[in-house]
């Protein structure tokens, strides 16, 4: 659940897209494919068995280390997924881990590479196995059409799925608080002065965000759980900025929500009046850290 005053929505990549995004992978890792191979060439001095041999596993250890180190370093993207902007994300809503990405694209050469490459060298002496690699291939395409998230066999494995790459915007309630004076009370229960927010900026704010998204756990001691982790964050907070209000442990969520809305609302302001912050680290009168225009 996204925190009280964000909209996010998550939307499945369309299959264009997505075999739009796979098309351009192949054209890079082929450019660096071929790279590989001139090189080989070179240092063999033209094609023999040790050249053949390290094509031959060039085409396994570049492809996929591509996708492995791209979706790791650029969270969830490879270079395509950042330029037509999609990103694979974990269904269960926690952040991708590397075991997820290492199935997903170690399936893909299950998925697609290798039936490819054997229907390619296909001949009437081997036409059982051609057959099963038909099929297999029809199997892997019918797949993605059969579920909401468009998810390969891959993307089942892992429990992961490509989206369009979320864009956060303010609700309308939020907005209004904005476009005017900044309140000293947010919420009912909750008071910060301008002290306080001018504290942190917009970075720390994001990070708010995403532990505020996590939303409500079903389980009890799951539950327990954040509310103890909320309540330390809620203590930082305070302890930071000078906050002595008392918060119990089940109101350290519409503490943080409170706080959010506050923080998100000034920096929103000082944007209109025309400078922006990005971190804690900013202070009156140095530029580096102040944009004009918000």
């Not at 240092?43 to 492995?68: H, M, T």
């Not at 270079?79 to 997820?100: A, D, E, F, H, M």
């Not at 199997?139 to 579920?147: E, K, Q, S």
């Not at 909320?230 to 350290?252: F, N, P, S």
Request: charged content about 20%; proline content about 3%; hydrophobic content about 45%.
């Amino acid at each position: 659940m996204p925190p009280e005053g964000v909209s996010l929505t998550l939307v499945p990549a369309g299959l264009g897209a997505r075999l739009g995004s796979q098309l351009l992978d192949l054209f890079i890792t082929i450019a660096f494919l071929v790279a590989f191979i001139w090189a080989a060439l070179y240092a063999f001095d033209g094609f023999s068995g040790g050249s053949f041999i390290l094509i031959l596993l060039a085409v396994f250890f570049i492809r996929v280390p591509y996708y492995v180190i791209c979706e790791i370093i650029l969270n969830g993207q490879t270079l395509s997924k950042k330029l037509l902007g999609l990103r694979t994300v974990s269904i269960n809503g926690r952040g991708l881990t590397i075991y997820q990405i290492v199935v997903r694209n170690l399936m893909r050469e299950i998925e697609f590479f290798a039936p490819v490459t054997y229907l390619l060298a296909f001949n009437a002496q081997s036409i059982v196995f051609g057959t099963i690699a038909a099929i297999w291939s029809l199997v892997v395409v019918i797949v993605p059409f059969r579920n909401r998230w468009n998810q390969r066999l891959g993307d089942i494995l892992a429990d992961t799925a490509v989206i369009e790459t979320p864009k956060p915007t303010l609700l309308s309630d939020v907005a209004v608080q904005s476009a005017g004076k900044v309140r000293d009370t947010v919420s009912d229960a909750y008071a910060f002065t301008r002290a306080q927010l001018d504290y942190y900026g917009r970075h720390e704010l994001q990070v708010l965000e995403q532990v505020l998204r996590e939303g409500t756990v079903v389980d009890e001691k799951k539950a327990f759980d954040r509310s103890v982790a909320l309540l330390r964050i809620v203590r930082q907070i305070q302890r930071k900025i000078g906050h002595d209000a008392q918060v119990k442990r089940e109101d350290a969520e519409r503490f943080l929500e409170a706080f959010y809305r506050a923080q998100r609302t000034y920096l929103e302001e000082r944007g209109l009046m025309g400078d922006r912050r990005d971190n804690k680290f900013y202070r009156e009168g140095t530029p580096e850290n102040a944009s004009s225009g918000g």
